[in-house]
């Protein structure tokens, strides 16, 4: 069974520092894997993906994760934070691509000014 | 494209009450999926769809029916609510390769 772990509910950051937002996944099989955003009162949307093509994957609003086989993890980072990137941040594994998602519980994060 | 949207955005019901919460999606996909989101538990899967006709359950089914009686359309029923099942409900839905998009929620409250 798959699982994902979230490290940190609640993430703190200044603005303009580094975020890392952790996230580690158990899987039998190689993975695709996703990064979340929820904004206030607002349904997820697609930050970025993992489909086995490059391990270092660029997203939206300057994020990034990189896949790590050997760690089994997916880690979320931006070099520096915005006030706008407070939201509650997912990550989720698929065994199949589009199928069966298991979500991590979430982290929020709040950029301090 | 409205993408995934959801009906009712709230609603407070009396325990053993019913109800239905409806999806719609306008992007063709074959897949559809129920979620419930918890604090602190991230979202569960309740009840999910591989196309027109086919339900399946997910993780945390109990309580719940869904029905797909239309492709774009994914209906998730309470036949008798109870205050366990106060959550924000959402809706999402995928193609049969590709990431899940998701509706902007429904808050249910059950007293």
């Known amino acids: 069974a798959q699982s994902v772990t979230q490290l940190g509910s609640h993430v703190s950051v200044s603005e303009g520092a580094l975020v890392l937002l952790r996230c580690n996944y158990s899987?039998?099989?190689?993975?695709?894997l996703f990064w979340y955003v929820q904004y206030p009162n607002q349904g997820l949307q697609l930050l970025l993906k993992y489909t086995s093509a490059a391990t270092l994957v660029k997203g939206i609003n300057g994020f990034e994760a990189e896949f790590k086989k050997s760690e089994t993890s997916f880690h979320l980072t931006k070099p520096s934070a915005h006030m706008s990137d407070a939201a509650e941040y997912f990550c989720?594994?698929?065994?199949?691509?589009?199928?069966?998602?298991?979500f991590g519980p979430g982290t929020r994060l709040s950029v301090l000014p | 494209n409205a993408g995934v949207t959801q009906t009712p955005k709230f609603r407070v019901l009396k325990t053993g009450q019913s109800m239905t919460l409806l999806c719609a999606q306008d992007m063709n996909h074959e897949y559809m999926y129920w979620y419930r989101q918890d604090p602190g538990m991230g979202l569960r899967l309740i009840h999910y769809?591989?196309?027109?006709?086919?339900?399946a359950k997910g993780e945390v089914p109990d309580g719940y029916n869904v029905s797909r009686l239309k492709k774009q359309n994914f209906l998730l029923g309470l036949e008798s609510a109870a205050p366990s099942q106060t959550s924000v409900y959402f809706c999402?839905?995928?193609?049969?390769?590709?990431?899940?998009?998701f509706g902007p929620g429904t808050r249910l409250t059950v007293l």
């Open positions: 899987s039998s099989v190689p993975p695709y």
């Open positions: 999402a839905s995928s193609p049969l390769v590709g990431e899940q998009f």
């Open positions: 769809s591989v196309g027109e006709g086919t339900t």
């Open positions: 989720a594994v698929a065994p199949n691509y589009g199928q069966n998602f298991v």
